[in-house]
C-alpha cells in the first residue's frame, strides 16, 4: 500500500511539472519560432496525457478481485501504461518529426533568449520530478538489497518506470533543444534547430518502444525476475516433506500480484494432513519473503521413478 501511495505521487508530480513547462515551452516556440521547442511543447502534451493514463492505472489497478476477475484488477497497470506508451508515439514523436521535416524547409530570425528562459525553467521543472522517481526507485532497490539498475530492469511497475523513462527523455530533450538553438544562432541556418526536433523524435519512439514492449510482456504473462524464481524454488525444497520439486510456474498479475504454482512430491511417509500443513507452511514462507506473492497452488504428485 506504501508503494502504491508512493507510486502515485510520483506520477502526480511528474503531471504537474509536465503541464507547467508545456504551457511555457509553448509560448517559447511560437514566439522564437523554434521548431525544436514546439517538438518539446508535443513532448510534455504527450507526457501530460500519458501521466492521466498512468494515475488512471493506479486507481483501476487497485480495485479488489471479484467474481469475473478472481485475481484482481492488477494487470490494467499494464494495459493503461501500454496506451502511454501508444500516446508517447503518435502525439510525441509523430508531431516532433513533421515538425522538424517542416523546420529545414524555412528559417527564422527571431532571439532564441525566450527560448533558452524556457528550457532553464522546464529543466528545473522536469528535473525535480525525475529525482522523486529516482528516489522512489532507489528506496525500492534498497529495500530488495539490490542495484539501483537492476531493480529498473526487473521491477514489474511499468507506471514508475514509464516515468522514469519520460522524464530521463524529457531531460535529453531539452539539451537536444538547446543543442538545436545555439548552432542555428551560431550558424544561422534552420537545419540544426530542424535536426534537433527530429532527434527528439527518434528518441521518443526509443522510449514509447521500450515502454510497449514491457507492458506487451507482462499483458501476455511474464514470470518472475531469476533472483525471485531462485528464492521461491529454495523455499519449496527445503520445506519437511518435500522430495522434489516437479515444475515450477510464476506469472505477474500485476506490479504487487505474483502467481506461484508448483508440482511437488511429498515424501511418501507424509500423511495427507501433514501434506497440507506443508502447503501452508510454504505459502507463509513466501509471503513473507516476497510480499508480491498473493497466490501460491501446490499440486502434489508423485516423484519419477527415475528421482526416486
Known amino acids: 500500500m506504501a508503494e502504491r501511495a508512493s507510486t502515485r505521487g510520483t506520477v502526480l508530480i511528474a503531471g504537474a511539472a509536465n503541464v507547467a513547462v508545456f504551457a511555457v515551452k509553448l509560448a517559447a516556440?511560437?514566439?522564437?519560432?523554434?521548431?525544436?521547442?514546439?517538438?518539446e511543447a508535443a513532448h510534455s502534451a504527450a507526457d501530460t496525457l500519458n501521466q492521466?493514463?498512468?494515475?488512471?492505472?493506479?486507481?483501476?489497478?487497485?480495485?479488489?478481485?471479484?467474481?469475473?476477475?478472481?485475481?484482481?484488477?492488477?494487470?490494467?497497470?499494464?494495459?493503461?501504461?501500454?496506451?502511454?506508451?501508444f500516446g508517447?508515439?503518435?502525439?510525441?514523436?509523430?508531431?516532433?518529426?513533421?515538425?522538424?521535416?517542416?523546420?529545414?524547409?524555412?528559417?527564422h530570425s527571431e532571439s532564441p533568449l525566450l527560448a533558452y528562459l524556457?528550457?532553464?525553467v522546464s529543466g528545473l521543472a522536469e528535473g525535480t520530478s525525475l529525482i522523486r522517481v529516482f528516489v522512489q526507485l532507489r528506496g525500492e532497490a534498497r529495500r530488495g538489497q539490490v542495484e539501483v539498475l537492476d531493480h529498473v530492469?526487473?521491477?514489474?511497475?511499468?507506471?514508475?518506470?514509464?516515468?522514469?523513462f519520460e522524464d530521463?527523455?524529457?531531460?535529453?530533450?531539452?539539451?537536444?533543444?538547446?543543442?538545436g538553438l545555439a548552432l542555428r544562432q551560431l550558424t544561422g541556418s534552420q537545419v540544426w534547430d530542424g535536426a534537433a526536433s527530429i532527434t527528439i523524435g527518434a528518441l521518443l519512439v526509443a522510449v514509447a518502444v521500450r515502454l510497449g514492449l514491457d507492458s506487451r510482456d507482462y499483458l501476455i504473462g511474464r514470470a518472475a525476475d531469476p533472483r525471485d524464481l531462485k528464492l521461491i524454488r529454495e523455499e519449496i525444497e527445503r520445506a519437511a516433506g518435500v522430495d522434489h520439486l516437479l515444475d515450477l510456474r510464476t506469472m505477474h498479475v500485476g506490479p504487487d500480484h505474483l502467481i506461484v504454482?508448483?508440482?511437488?512430491?511429498?515424501?511418501d511417509e507424509i500423511s495427507a494432513d501433514r501434506?497440507?500443513?506443508?502447503?501452508?507452511?510454504?505459502?507463509?514462507?513466501?509471503?513473507?519473503?516476497?510480499?508480491?506473492?498473493?497466490h501460491v497452488f501446490l499440486d502434489p504428485t508423485q516423484a519419477p521413478a527415475r528421482l526416486r
Open 153 to 164: 530492469r526487473a521491477s514489474p511497475d511499468t507506471t514508475v518506470k514509464a516515468a522514469l
Open 275 to 294: 501434506a497440507e500443513d506443508v502447503a501452508d507452511e510454504i505459502d507463509r514462507r513466501l509471503v513473507s519473503r516476497l510480499p508480491q506473492v498473493s
Open 261 to 267: 504454482a508448483a508440482r511437488v512430491a511429498f515424501s
Open 88 to 107: 508517447i508515439f503518435v502525439a510525441g514523436a509523430g508531431f516532433s518529426v513533421f515538425e522538424g521535416v517542416l523546420a529545414l524547409g524555412h528559417g
Open 118 to 120: 524556457a528550457l532553464g
Open 168 to 179: 530521463s527523455a524529457a531531460m535529453i530533450g531539452l539539451a537536444l533543444a538547446a543543442l
Open 52 to 85: 492521466a493514463l498512468l494515475l488512471t492505472s493506479v486507481h483501476r489497478g487497485e480495485r479488489p478481485a471479484d467474481q469475473r476477475h478472481p485475481f484482481g484488477y492488477g494487470q490494467e497497470r499494464y494495459f493503461w501504461s501500454l496506451l502511454a506508451a
Open 29 to 39: 516556440g511560437i514566439l522564437v519560432g523554434s521548431s525544436a521547442m514546439l517538438a
